[in-house]
């Protein structure tokens, strides 16, 4: 049995992956999770953890050497947790806080493996490359890597959820009702909050429909329900909620931002979808997300900057004229999770680690 360490901070993006590998490899390895404050929220209470903290300073030149001096003591940091502890292999899924500890694992001569699920190399990763052994990705094709390291990257079909392999959505929408979710992540989406509503209470009175929203924190659940209910809107409105799609996944079309995560979800259960990608994510790794379906003609894309009001009402509308660019993009979605189980994936990881 190995000691495994798996690094991971931040947002859910980095977390949520980070603990299903985590669920890959704690029957056959002694597992060890490093996050910090901001990525603990994420974790369940039950699933041991060590807080690294590593202080995150602007990027602004003038504070550059104050980020170095930070940096510099995590780095230190990380090596008295490697001197303390024997830990054979280390698994990066990303965070501010995973670059020192990748750092220090290089220095101790263990095992490293990156995870990046964007379609864009994340710019930490692409800085931690060089010091790695390989690299798992959804996309061999993935934007950014050095033509050097090609032969680092390993490509997987996403890595999900165990609860995500028995449920799939193979059902084609009807005239009767339209079910819609709105997602945003685990950050969820303050412009799908402060957007949406009148959209769909216009859409409301052309089409019958069943509509899942998740809302923005601090956004009044009550007083967004009497609205739609003011519009006979049958709804079912949240903060966000791990596992939700494993709880409930019946829908016929999603909205959604283009987290990585939240695409292959999407996509494994056969749900068609309309991103909209956060404008303001690192690079624009969201828009490249949305773009890889979209090439395999898997979804629609709407940017935000070009966003009006009416943009929804009309793609929905339009959608539900055009059924068969609908089941086009289902059975697109259907092909690109056919055959995958999570008892194959389980052996390619542990393989892929075991390896000399």
Known sequence: ????????????????????????????????????????????KEVDKTIFEVKKIPEKKYLFLLKVLFLTFAFIKAIIHFSQNKFDIVVS???????????????????????????????????????????????????????????????LSPILQKCMYIKKNLNYTDNKKIKILVVGGSQASLFFSQNLKN????????????????????????????????????????????????????????????????????????????????????????????????????????EEKNFNSGDIYKKIIEIMNNKNEYIEKKNNLKKLSENISWENLNKKIISYLDEN
């Not at 991971?8 to 669920?23: F, K, Q």
């Not at 950014?144 to 990257?153: C, L, T």
């Not at 209910?229 to 409930?248: G, M, P, R």
Request: one cysteine or more; aromatic letters at 12%; glycine letters at 6%.
């Open 93 to 155: 899924t990303g965070g501010y806080m995973s670059l020192p500890i990748v750092l220090a694992a290089k220095l101790f001569k263990k095992k490293i493996f990156l995870f990046e699920p964007n379609s864009i190399i994340g710019r930490s990763n692409k800085f931690l490359l060089k010091f790695t052994n390989k690299i798992f990705c959804y996309d061999k094709n993935i934007i950014g890597i050095d033509k050097n390291y090609k032969d680092k990257i390993i490509e």
């Open 1 to 44: 049995m190995k000691t495994v360490l798996i690094s991971t901070g931040g947002s859910g993006g980095h977390v949520i992956p980070a603990l299903n590998i985590y669920d890959h490899l704690k029957t056959k390895h002694d597992v060890r999770l490093y996050t910090d404050i901001r990525g603990a929220k994420f974790i369940p």
């Open 199 to 302: 959209e769909i209470i216009k859409l409301s009175s052309k089409i019958n429909l069943e509509l899942t929203q998740q809302l923005s924190s601090g956004y009044n659940i009550n007083n967004y329900k009497k609205d739609y209910e003011k519009n006979n809107i049958k709804n079912n409105l949240f903060f966000f909620e791990e596992n939700f799609l494993c709880k409930n996944s019946n829908f016929d079309i999603a909205i959604t931002r283009s987290g990585a995560s939240s695409l292959a979800e999407l996509c494994h259960l056969n749900i068609p979808f309309i991103a909209v990608p956060f404008p303001s994510a690192t690079d624009n790794h969201q828009l490249f997300n949305a773009k890889r379906y979209a090439d395999l003609n898997c979804c629609w894309i709407l």
